[in-house]
């Protein structure tokens, strides 16, 4: 079994910056992709951002590009999203998840393709 919990959500006003992090736990794993994702109220579960195991390939949704930077320091596994130049369409749950095993530099993007994921950690911002 493998947690994550995320942290470092909360309430900003528009145009400030939050940075979460997510701390993995548990069972013992050679490695692991981790991504972040984000849902709305009403709305289905979007990619943020991901980064592969050796930090070296990240990926980021457009809406996001420009804005969120991902990083890890898998010493700790321990992951971190920093998010600037925030705004009102950056309100949601964002969750964290890992594929666990996995050491290839394509960074997994769906959904499907996590094997865990965190209990989730709200973002509001305010304008």
């Known amino acids: 079994q493998v947690q994550l919990v995320e942290s470092g959500g909360g309430l900003v006003q528009s145009g400030g910056s939050l940075r979460l992090s997510c701390s993995a736990s548990?069972?013992?794993?050679?490695?692991?992709?981790m991504g972040w994702f984000r849902q709305a109220p009403g709305k289905e579960r979007e990619f943020v951002a991901g980064i592969s195991w050796s930090g070296s390939s990240t990926k980021f949704a457009d809406s996001v590009k420009g804005r969120f930077t991902i990083s890890r320091d898998n010493a700790k596994y321990t992951g971190y999203l920093q998010m600037n130049s925030l705004n009102a369409d950056d309100t949601a749950v964002y969750y964290c998840?890992?594929?666990?095993?996995?050491?290839?530099?394509?960074?997994?993007?769906?959904?499907?393709?996590?094997?865990?994921w965190g209990q989730g950690t709200q973002v509001t911002v305010s304008s």
């Open positions: 548990g069972r013992t794993f050679s490695s692991y992709a």
């Open positions: 998840a890992a594929r666990v095993n996995y050491d290839g530099e394509y960074v997994p993007m769906s959904d499907p393709l996590y094997d865990y």
